[in-house]
């Protein structure tokens, strides 16, 4: 699960780990209001989506407005507010339909010294959280890692124990960070560490972590996402959910137990675990068609449970076909099959549907179909499956 | 010949008295396996269809002899339940469980080390020696006693792959579901080890998918220390990035975890990579042939 910066900047400051003063602002007004109250002669304005790369992003609105910039004024506050709000917002990350900005974060200026870059991830190697940093701040740790010979700096912690203070002092002396700061970054570090066992984190980025001209070292940028398994024990932070940044259908099967994501391709797919989902998305590929989505259905599923995956795939107004590829094991072919007859009389089907069935009670399946009068294209295997939804849309 | 599990494997269910417990309790009991007991927290004393049912796992272990055991409890409490059959104990859990949540998992994988035990999982189908002992959720009939090994970050792929070993007429040693998640209990490299020293394995299939470096570094292991015949499929050659495809571990982040970089470690380890899933069996036997030629 992703939150917006200001959120994490809020979870921040709750822990203990050093932000600047900000607002947040869903009008031109308060944003206004925000600069006046910060006090300071500088402030910046960050509009807030779940995505990088805002600085350089622009508005579809005006090309010229950037999701990041530097305000002298309340007025300007306001301005620069107002070119962002409701408009949308598009940049690296969030592909060409860019995302609507609903809140801007109105944050003090700071006297910057330095920028580095910090982050925490599972190492999933050395199965244990790690802490890494980099001199390269600002730029994007991906192409530090590719294009820079700058290193980047790991250490490994254990979640019960938390980062250990040698740790930072090994980290701080291979990033210069010298004197007063060392103490600065052990309170920062360990903090942050500690922060992301206790909340769950699957990820926590700051980049750029800055180091200010007083030697102190603040989070000028913030990036959290969770565990989404134990957000049962994280309510706090799942109350941070903005079901405004994520895609509709992909919510509307979350409801429904059902593991969706959705696509640019023309072929629909309906599958039983999430390798197989994959793998089905890779053969129609492979046979020259584009799927529409990744569906699991899951093992569980009810009747109910299908039929209404049926129906979010069919919503799509892209979809020409539809496969579904079902290898039973808990999932029963007979479930599927009286959820097609099901989906078929409620919603039809008015795009060729191709069927694969394998598995736990497919000989029942197959009769259920054979006896409704659904219009099906039956197919034997992977391969026969995938070459003939390629052919019904004449991929 | 198998690994970890055979005829004579005793099993327990952790959570037999839930309703995905009991119901796989009986899938495996009519398959064959030896299933001694279950261990629900306060129901010890009772059973179900006549196997009876303890309140510790330690309870379970001294009463019936069991060496493996399957976890169908809640994710909040499989932590707990893996941390306990560890204590007992036990050779060979397979946590069938999903949605644990990794920082669990990173206690665990701590203590799992210098243990005498195996996990198999979280979030995993479980294992099966065809004809003799099934832990697991898997279709039974599916599988073919033989010689192949197979092992999957995946299930119903494993399905599709045992499927498609049995229609060329091969059949299985031992199949492994590891599990879809970031950290699980085992390794393609662990198991590469078992099928390597089994007798009974004469040519190992490994089912990856996008995420992590597992099959990158599997494939290393491979080079240097494999000498049977082994064949891949890497599934999500076609995931976009940054996106979680249903496994908690199977996402593309940072540029790290594609399947190209997975199946280029493949080949230049001298393994059969299939082109297409439907093509799993199909490079088991260009495998095996390459091997023989």
């Not at chain 1, 304005?45 to 622009?58: C, E």
């Not at chain 1, 099959?337 to 009670?361: D, H, Q």
């Not at chain 2, 005829?7 to 269910?13: H, L, P, Q, S, Y």
């Not at chain 2, 050779?91 to 005498?116: C, F, H, K, N």
Request: charged content about 20%.
């Amino acid at each position: 699960m992703k939150i917006h910066e200001f959120q994490a900047k809020q979870l921040f400051a709750d822990a203990g780990v050093a932000v600047l003063e900000n607002r947040v602002a869903t009008t031109p007004e308060d944003a206004a209001k925000a600069f006046d109250e910060l006090g300071s002669a500088i402030a910046v304005v960050k509009a807030q989506i779940h995505a990088g790369g805002r600085g350089k992003g622009t508005t579809k609105e005006n090309p010229d407005q950037h999701g990041v910039q530097l305000v002298r004024s309340a007025e300007e506050a306001r301005e620069v507010a107002q070119q962002l709000l409701g408009k949308t917002l598009v940049t690296i990350q969030t592909g060409e339909e860019g995302k609507v900005v609903n809140q801007v974060l109105v944050e003090q200026g700071c006297d910057i010294a330095r920028e580095l870059y910090l982050g925490i991830v599972l190492d999933r190697a050395s199965k244990m959280p790690v802490l890494m940093c980099s001199t390269e701040g600002g730029m994007e740790i991906e192409k530090v890692a590719e294009e820079t010979p700058e290193p980047i700096f790991k250490e490994h912690f254990d979640p019960h124990f938390g980062l250990q203070g040698y740790q930072v002092r090994k980290l701080c002396s291979k990033l210069g960070i010298v004197g007063a700061s060392v103490r600065s970054a052990d309170r920062f570090m360990r903090t942050l560490c500690r922060l992301y066992v206790n909340l769950d984190c699957s990820l926590a980025e700051i980049n750029p972590l800055v180091v200010t001209g007083a030697g102190e070292l603040i989070a000028l940028d913030a990036k959290i996402s969770f565990d989404s398994n134990a957000m049962y024990r994280q309510k706090a932070v799942a109350e941070y959910r903005d079901l405004s940044e994520e895609e509709p259908t992909e919510i509307r099967a979350g409801e429904a137990g059902l593991s969706y994501i959705k696509l640019e391709g023309n072929i629909a797919c309906l599958v039983n675990g999430a390798g197989l989902a994959m793998a089905t998305m890779d053969i129609i590929k492979l046979h020259g068609g584009e799927p529409a989505n990744f569906l699991d259905v899951g093992g569980g599923a009810d009747k109910s449970q299908v039929t209404e995956a049926f129906r979010i795939l069919l919503s799509d107004p892209n979809v020409k076909a539809v496969l579904v590829n079902i290898f039973g094991g808990i999932a029963r072919c007979s479930t599927i099959a009286e959820a097609i007859v099901a989906a078929s009389k409620e919603v039809g089907f008015e795009v060729p549907l191709v069927v694969r069935l394998e598995g736990t009670e497919v000989e029942e399946g197959r009769r259920i179909l054979e006896e409704s009068d659904v219009e099906i294209i039956t197919a034997t295997d992977l391969t026969d499956a995938a070459t003939k939804v390629c052919a019904a849309i004449g991929a | 010949m198998s690994i970890l599990i055979n005829k004579d494997t005793k099993v327990i269910c952790q959570g037999i008295t839930g309703g995905a417990g009991t119901f796989h309790t009986r899938g495996c009991r009519d398959y064959g396996t030896q299933m001694v007991g279950g261990v629900t927290p306060g129901k010890g004393g009772q059973d179900v269809d006549g196997i009876p049912v303890f309140d510790t796992v330690q309870d379970a272990v001294d009463a019936t002899g069991a060496n493996a055991t399957m976890i169908f409890v809640p994710a909040p409490f499989t932590a707990d339940a893996i941390l306990e059959a560890v204590d007992a104990g036990i050779e060979t859990i397979a946590a069938i469980t999903e949605g644990v949540p990794v920082l669990d998992m990173v206690r665990v994988y701590e203590v799992l080390q210098g243990s005498g035990s195996t996990l198999i999982g979280p979030n995993c189908p479980g294992l099966i020696t065809p004809g003799e002992c099934k832990i697991g959720i898997m279709p039974g009939y599916i599988h073919t006693p033989g010689t192949v090994g197979i092992m999957s970050r995946s299930g119903t792929l494993t399905y599709e792959a045992v499927w498609q070993t049995s229609n060329v007429g091969l059949g299985q040693s031992t199949c492994v579901g590891l599990g879809g998640d970031p950290i699980v209990g085992t390794s393609f490299i662990d198991l590469f080890k078992l099928y390597e020293a089994d007798a009974g394995t004469e040519a190992i299939m490994m089912i990856g998918e996008i995420g992590g470096t597992a099959e990158e570094e599997a494939a290393a292991y491979v080079a240097e220390h494999v000498s049977k015949p082994v064949a891949a499929f890497i599934a999500g050659r076609t995931a976009p990035p940054g996106k979680r495809m249903g496994h908690a571990g199977a996402i593309i982040s940072g540029g790290k975890g594609t399947a190209v970089e997975k199946v280029k470690a493949l080949e230049a380890a001298g393994i059969e990579v299939a082109e297409s899933p439907a093509d799993m069996g199909a490079a088991l036997q260009r495998a095996i042939a390459k091997h023989s030629g």
